[in-house]
């Protein structure tokens, strides 16, 4: 059996030779008065051939009722039908399970390799914005040292060597001395004034600050819609690092944008509460809620940064939907 099949998937021997070795084969078993058990097998092998191999169900079944032609018994006849009814649905549940189990481990391959593609590309994603975040701190750094330096930096070196000449010229010509005097003065607030000057350019935006930032993603979200938007904020704000800041603002954004996408809700509310030993965010909608909540890369990448900073989301979609953030501090 194995043989013919080896045969029949050989593309190397045409169609004739295999016709003259099955020839061979009959004229064998016919000497020794086995033609009909040989052309049963035949036909068996033939038949798994077809149904397993060329996936040829229908012509594989019908091969498989040959050898009934050739039989005159009438009991074995029947015997030969129903034992050939019962193989061929044996081989074809089996072929249909291999099928099944193939389809089945094609599409584990292709989840696994869904999977590991998300996770380089939330990988990369995280490497970038610490990248940039690194980036842009080393900016402000440099450019906090060149304003200092250039703006501050001459006129404390200049006033240092007028209050030392002062100093030298006190004794022998007072008034000159108190004339040095009063310029370092001015020049010392003068001085004040630049760095006043510094710490204003170099500081943020009040739209740019944590829960105003907030406020204005809402805002622009709702924009345009009949939805509603709320904030609230309790407790000491200063204790929320800038990483944290980060993360509120990205579920923010995340969270409002699937509640106009797909809630139908006409509420937004988020509150923000520091309380003594976590930072509570809750953002939460009126509409429809979700059963079944699925994490998609929005909620997988917010879920990994909440971990990262050791606290724990929670999501609920029984009346509308909301999400939890506690991080501790």
Not at 252 to 266: G, Q, R, V
């Amino acid at each position: 059996m194995e043989f013919l099949k080896a045969i029949l998937v050989n593309k190397h021997i045409n169609y004739c030779k295999i016709i003259i070795i099955l020839q061979i084969i009959f004229s064998f078993l016919f000497s020794i008065n086995f033609i009909e058990s040989s052309i049963l097998l035949t036909s068996i092998s033939l038949g798994e051939y077809f149904i397993y191999d060329l996936n040829k169900i229908k012509l594989g079944s019908i091969i498989y009722f040959i050898p009934i032609y050739f039989i005159k018994n009438s009991n074995e006849i029947s015997t030969i039908f129903i034992s050939s009814i019962i193989l061929l649905i044996s081989i074809i549940n089996d072929s249909i399970k291999k099928g099944q189990l193939l389809k089945y481990s094609e599409l584990e391959i292709k989840q696994g390799i869904l999977i590991s593609n998300l996770n380089n590309k939330l990988i990369k994603e995280k490497d970038m914005q610490e990248q940039i975040l690194h980036t842009a701190r080393l900016e402000e750094r440099n450019e906090i040292s060149i304003r200092l330096h250039d703006k501050i930096g001459h006129t404390i070196s200049g006033t240092l060597l007028q209050l030392e000449a002062a100093k030298i010229i006190f004794d022998v010509d007072p008034k000159k001395s108190i004339s040095i005097l009063d310029s370092c003065i001015n020049n010392l607030r003068e001085g004040m004034d630049d760095i006043r000057a510094v710490l204003r350019n170099i500081r943020p935006k009040e739209e740019e600050l944590g829960i105003n930032r907030i406020k204005k993603i809402l805002d622009e979200k709702i924009k345009g819609t009949n939805i509603k938007g709320k904030v609230k904020y309790e407790g000491d704000l200063e204790k929320i690092s800038f990483k944290i800041w980060l993360l509120f603002i990205q579920v923010t954004t995340e969270i409002t944008t699937n509640s106009i996408k797909y809630s139908n809700c006409d509420l937004i509310a988020i509150n923000l509460e520091v309380l003594k030993k976590f930072i509570k965010l809750e953002i939460k909608d009126n509409g429809i809620g979700c059963q079944n909540i699925k994490n998609g890369i929005g909620i997988s990448s917010i879920e990994e940064r909440v971990e990262n900073l050791g606290g724990k989301l929670i999501l609920n979609g029984d009346e509308g939907f909301s999400v939890i953030i506690l991080i501790p501090y």
